[in-house]
């Protein structure tokens, strides 16, 4: 008999479930930030979501430029 190989429905589901962990977080500060939300998807994609963190530490945040 063979093994079960690949993702099952359980390793999927914990999947996404850890995927929505990491991506609503950044959802919200790229919402409060100025930005649109669907830039937090970019933390799934491996070295893109490096890049899209220190944008977000060092940009200006459109937010913070509305109140001066």
């Known amino acids: 008999m063979m093994m079960h190989e ?5 390793h999927l589901l914990w999947m996404l479930i850890m ?4 991506v609503v977080p950044f ?8 930005y649109s939300g669907w830039l937090s998807l970019l933390v799934l994609v491996p070295l893109a979501n490096l890049i899209f ?3 977000l530490a060092f940009s200006s945040w459109p937010s ?3 109140f001066r």
Request: proline fraction near 0%; include cysteine; charged fraction near 15%.
């Open 64 to 66: 913070h430029n509305k």
């Open 19 to 22: 995927m929505a962990i990491v």
């Open 27 to 34: 959802w919200r500060i790229c919402v409060k930030a100025g």
């Open 6 to 10: 690949g993702m099952g429905g359980g």
């Open 53 to 55: 963190l220190y944008f």
